[in-house]
């Protein structure tokens, strides 16, 4: 069974664009949730998405969002991009929102110059 | 709100050393507790979970238990192995209400290196 895909693996960007990354989930997976890596925050809950629902989101600006697909996958976007927002960003699948395990992709690396 | 404070690193040890990673947590709850492992330029694997207290948790030789009194889940293993080098993550997750599949709240993380 394949895992979680996430895509692109590495992304630069130049400081006030936007950028996308998009998550696939494991397959029969309908709940993804996305994190923020860094070094100095360490990892940190964006939101989480169930059968094309926002169910959760963390303590982000409105520049960052997400959306996710009748197929279970999960876009996110920031827009204005600021040099913070460099980071390792993950995706989370799993079964259902009444499920515990998470299983994670392994993330995409974006660098904002 | 909820918190994980793990044991700072970096750790670094022998092959075949003992291996304690502390970790405790402030919930309001009862929250259910886990260890993630991290490779070099990987995401996050699951280690081990426990989800009520005195519950304990194993994989691969890893060990935690889940110590209500103590608020605590420290992560153990026996003789470690230089394939061990990774980064360690304790997390815990509030009990489902609503239907909502909740957060999982992060230590900073561990970073362990193992030495032949």
């Known amino acids: 069974k394949a895992g979680v895909t996430q895509t692109p693996r590495y992304l630069i960007k130049t400081r006030g664009q936007q950028v996308t990354l998009s998550c696939s989930p494991i397959?029969?997976?309908?709940?993804v949730s996305w994190y923020q890596q860094t070094p100095g925050q360490g990892l940190q809950f964006l939101f989480e998405?169930?059968?094309?629902?926002?169910?959760n989101k963390g303590n982000f600006p409105g520049r960052f969002s997400g959306r996710q697909f009748s197929n279970s996958r999960s876009e996110m976007n920031v827009s204005t991009l600021e040099l913070g927002d460099s980071a390792l960003y993950l995706c989370?699948?799993?079964?259902?929102?009444?499920?515990?395990?998470?299983?994670f992709g392994p993330g995409t690396r974006l660098t904002v110059t | 709100g909820d918190s994980v404070t793990q044991m700072e690193g970096p750790v670094t040890l022998s092959e075949e050393a003992f291996l304690t990673i502390n970790c405790t947590y402030t919930?309001?709850?009862?929250?259910?507790l886990f260890w993630y492992v991290q490779y070099p330029g990987e995401g996050l694997q699951l280690l081990l979970k426990?989800?009520?207290?005195?519950d304990k948790g194993s994989n691969k030789g890893f060990e935690a238990t889940y110590r209500k009194e103590t608020t605590s889940f420290h992560l153990e293993k026996g003789s470690v192995q230089v394939s061990d080098s990774a980064v360690y993550f304790c997390?815990?997750?509030?009990?489902?209400?609503?239907?909502?599949?909740?957060?999982?709240?992060f230590g900073k993380g561990t970073l362990l290196t193992v030495n032949p």
């Open positions: 997390a815990l997750r509030m009990p489902n209400s609503g239907g909502s599949n909740y957060k999982l709240t």
């Open positions: 998405y169930f059968s094309e629902t926002q169910r």
């Open positions: 397959s029969g997976h309908r709940s």
């Open positions: 919930a309001t709850g009862y929250p259910s």
């Open positions: 989370a699948s799993s079964l259902g929102p009444t499920t515990y395990e998470q299983y």
């Open positions: 426990a989800t009520k207290a005195d």
